[in-house]
């Protein structure tokens, strides 16, 4: 039985104490820029040369001073509810990848990860945590409190008003605010509802032993796959997508689902390694570090292919409709949007494509911070430049992110550290146990 020990839970505390302070400080230094000085912020970015749009509906509508000051305006307002937007989409969704890869190791009947089922379990508690916030997040915009979504301007969709945009009018129907948030109270809820069915049946399969009551995990383990895939698709279109409604691409749902299971993968790396060295996870050896690897290391090669994939399309075809969201990334995110493909595909590559590698604890466990980091600069590149548009580069967008990124750090570790508390570490009742005992990587 694990226990929490009082110094970790001290430092996720901490931890979420100081990204409230620091995102605090970010919000008031953000509430401080007024109009002169957002003006000033246009300006520096107009002088320079670098003009793409950041948004498709900066090709919109009027071009003068006046109107791109509004715009300006808004874009700077929104950076503290982006930031915090971007990584709580981000952790929640990776919750629900954690869900994912232990709903498919029922399905599969996989022997190899069985002593590994409850640090899943316990990644996946945390979709509630980060769902309400992204609720909270969805009411501020349904207020206008928040301005991340352009779609939901009612002007823009009124075909008498000078605003009207007959791309969001033909879209209406999906994009329109009250489905809008029943969609997202039906992913939060729903994933939620999942992560606390499945933890409930895995510890009656233990109380029972029963090949019933086992029968029962699988199938709603199957269930679980099935609202993942529809799901994943809606918010990665909701959440994501929806940011630039001008823009679109195929494979962006896929795109953004890797990104979050290749980091679902690697925090239960990270989690079931802290157990191992702290003496609760004896069972887990070499052999489970090694297929943790190359899992981490083909979600890795995966996401880059879906990266490119999408990239290469539609900057080949170089339509200006379609290519202005790389563009403009490629002029004003330049520090961090090619840069992320160091962390999220070339470390990865050169350092865990030996099959002796991912059996090293201490390579492993760094590789699997790196492709956190990678990920999270990944879901900021997704978020940010829709939204902040060429205004990030500043303190206050730093201390927010800083801070945005803690606080959930801080809050994961002691949701989750809570949670396996809570678990027998080991699933007594599962058939294959004895088999993930004796697993052995034949090569």
Request: hydrophobic share 55%.
């Amino acid at each position: 039985m694990y226990s929490f020990s009082p110094k970790l839970r001290l430092t996720s505390i901490i931890l979420i104490i100081a990204g409230l302070a620091v995102f605090a400080a970010g919000y008031f230094i953000n509430k401080s820029y007024d109009s002169a000085a957002v003006e000033h912020m246009m300006e520096e970015v107009f002088a320079s040369g670098h003009t793409a749009p950041t948004h498709s509906s900066e090709m919109v509508g009027p071009q003068d001073h006046d109107s791109h000051l509004a715009h300006a305006i808004m874009q700077v307002g929104n950076q503290p509810l982006a930031a915090m937007h971007f990584v709580a989409v981000f952790f929640f969704a990776a919750a629900c990848c954690a869900l994912f890869f232990y709903s498919i190791q029922h399905a599969a009947h996989a022997g190899w990860s069985v002593i590994i089922l409850r640090v899943m379990e316990a990644i996946a508690s945390f979709i509630p945590w980060a769902g309400a916030v992204v609720v909270l997040i969805m009411i501020l915009n349904v207020l206008h409190i928040g301005h991340l979504f352009h779609w939901m301007h009612e002007s823009l969709t009124d075909p008498t008003s000078p605003d009207f945009d007959v791309i969001l009018y033909e879209k209406k129907k999906f994009l329109n605010t009250p489905w809008y948030a029943v969609r997202t109270i039906l992913y939060v809820v729903g994933a939620s509802f999942f992560a606390w069915k499945l933890r409930a049946q895995s510890r009656k399969v233990d109380q029972t032993k029963s090949k019933r009551d086992y029968q029962m995990l699988y199938r709603w383990s199957v269930g679980y796959i099935a609202f993942f895939g529809f799901a994943s698709v809606g918010w990665a279109w909701d959440w994501l997508m929806s940011i630039d409604p001008h823009w679109y691409s195929t494979m962006y749902v896929w795109y953004a689902m890797v990104s979050c299971l290749a980091t679902a993968v690697a925090l239960i790396i990270v989690v079931s390694v802290y157990l191992k060295k702290k003496g609760f996870l004896p069972e887990f050896n070499d052999n489970h570090l090694h297929d943790l690897g190359k899992f981490l290391f083909a979600t890795s090669m995966l996401w880059t292919y879906t990266w490119f994939c999408q990239f290469m399309l539609y900057w080949y075809a170089n339509v200006p409709e379609e290519v202005n969201y790389f563009f403009g990334r490629f002029e004003h995110y330049s520090a961090t949007f090619l840069p992320m493909l160091i962390l999220n595909f070339v470390i990865p590559l050169l350092v865990m494509v030996s099959s002796s590698i991912k059996r090293n604890y201490t390579v492993v466990t760094v590789m699997a911070v790196v492709v956190i980091i990678g990920h999270i600069v990944d879901y900021f590149n997704m978020v940010m430049p829709g939204t902040v548009g060429p205004y990030w580069d500043n303190i206050a967008v730093l201390l927010l992110v800083v801070g945005a990124v803690v606080f959930f750090v801080g809050l994961f570790i002691f949701a989750v550290m809570t949670m396996l508390s809570k678990l027998k570490l080991i699933p007594e009742g599962n058939p294959f146990l004895h088999e993930s005992k004796i697993f052995e990587y034949p090569f």
